[in-house]
């Protein structure tokens, strides 16, 4: 029996919509360092370990097999593909080739791994989630119970199981109903599991829902909260994206972030469609269309108050959140990020300073919104941790006509603080976007 703890209906246009691209871009000083392309061939759906000094990656089924499987010596490489993880195939008792995706593979204690994989149910040509054991990462894996772990086809069939292990050693397997595949709402569910997850504990957790496209789940704790990890949007194009839900429970309520985690957009345009995320502490891997295959790219995580910072994916920041001196608040703008902006930093002693997080130390692009309606162009002094590193200047545009500007910073791990200082002639700040 189903127990529904908690269903958050999302509404796909405002939680699953990508991040904008910048409004008309005025000046563009790249510094930022996007994810690396890590495996430069098809290897969509990528789940990953490391074990022993070795890393593991996992993909969906290809040319490679029904389960591609690659390790490399470092996340950034050189992966090496090894073959097919479980060259036999899904359980034939009820699955047929051909649709094996989302592989999710864990080390247990016993020197063990357990494979959960989706695959195409024979009977009602739905996907479901089955489990395969093998004493090897890299296989092979033999396919455990003549029937599904999980197979709800009045829910149109389950999908992109992901391994969850709680601080306090309870596992769990977080999955998706394929509502999509039915025209009703899907939902990412929380099951207990038992016996190195081979048998299921108890009923299962609703997490999140959407009419939309929520899947590929990846659940991680955090110190201060949980975190749960979810891509959007459609996956054959650039429109796939990875956003967020948090909670202080398992049980909920969970909350959605307010701009998705990464898109095209936010990237841009480096890394097309980046999906089927995993995390693995401070690092993602995650996938991107390149020529019609999805490649695997690595890139750096920072935690901002056990928040996820990618690096390479823009961050806003609004800039009237700060703190400002001899300046203030101006409300009501029209056409500015939450209708509100830094203004009149107009003395020798206003400014506004922001405080940003960098995933890693090194260069990173500092973008600025903004509206100058002087007579010319203007500027701002930049200063970063307390050191004065130039300016950042700002064409006309008019006022409340709102574009953007960018420097290159050179930032230290962890919090850093930007601020802006009067310079030339008159200027209002909407946001910083740091990429």
């Known amino acids: 029996m189903r127990r529904r703890i908690l269903a958050v209906l999302l509404s796909l246009a405002a939680v699953l919509t990508a991040v904008p691209p910048a409004e008309a871009a005025v000046r563009k000083t790249t510094a930022a360092v996007f994810p690396a392309d890590v495996i430069r061939e098809d290897f969509p759906d990528p789940d990953v370990f490391e074990r022993n000094g070795t890393w593991y990656a996992y993909s969906t089924n290809n040319g490679r097999g029904h389960v591609p499987v690659a390790t490399a010596p470092s996340p950034g490489g050189p992966w090496t593909i090894r073959g ?38 024979k ?19 033999t396919p455990v119970g ?42 990412l569910w929380l099951t207990r599991t038992a016996n190195n997850g081979v048998n299921l504990v108890g009923g299962n957790t609703a997490l999140i829902s959407s009419s939309g496209v929520i899947e590929a789940p990846d659940l991680v704790q955090r110190a201060s909260r949980f975190v749960l990890f979810f891509s959007g949007g459609g996956y054959n194009d650039c429109n796939y994206l990875t956003s967020y839900a948090t909670a202080t429970s398992l049980t909920g309520p969970w909350s959605v972030a307010y701009r998705p985690l990464m898109t095209t957009a936010s990237f841009d345009n480096a890394v097309c469609g980046p999906g089927g995320a995993d995390f693995v502490g401070d690092r993602v891997f995650l996938h991107g269309w390149v020529n019609n295959t999805r490649h695997l790219f690595v890139a750096d995580v920072g935690w901002a108050n056990d928040l996820p910072i990618v690096r390479g994916s823009r961050v806003r ?18 056409g500015a990020s939450n209708g509100a902006v830094a203004a009149y930093i107009d003395f020798a002693d206003s400014w506004v300073e922001n405080r940003v997080y960098a995933p890693r130390a090194g260069n990173y692009t500092l973008y600025v919104g903004y509206a100058n309606g002087s007579a010319g162009p203007a500027s701002h002094g930049l200063v970063v941790n307390g050191n004065n590193v130039g300016s950042v200047g700002y064409p006309v545009t008019g006022w409340d006509q709102w574009r953007q500007t960018s420097v290159g910073v050179t930032l230290n791990q962890g919090w850093n603080t930007v601020r802006l200082t009067k310079g030339t002639a008159y200027t209002e700040v909407d946001y910083l976007e740091l990429q």
């Open 317 to 334: 920041t609004e800039a009237e959140s700060g703190t400002l001196n001899n300046c203030r608040v101006r409300t009501n703008a029209a």
């Open 84 to 121: 097919d993880a479980m060259p036999g195939g899904p359980s034939a008792s009820w699955a047929q080739p051909g649709r094996t995706w989302a592989p999710d593979v864990h080390p247990n204690a016993d020197g063990s791994f357990t494979l959960t994989y989706t695959a195409w149910h």
């Open 146 to 187: 003549s029937q599904p772990l999980f197979c709800p086809l009045d829910l149109g069939g389950a999908i992109d199981a992901n391994t969850f292990v709680a601080n306090d050693g309870t596992r769990y397997l977080v999955w998706k109903n394929d509502g999509n595949a039915i025209g009703k709402p899907s939902t």
């Open 123 to 141: 009977a009602s040509g739905r996907q479901c989630i089955g489990v395969a054991l093998s004493n090897s990462a890299l296989g092979p894996f």
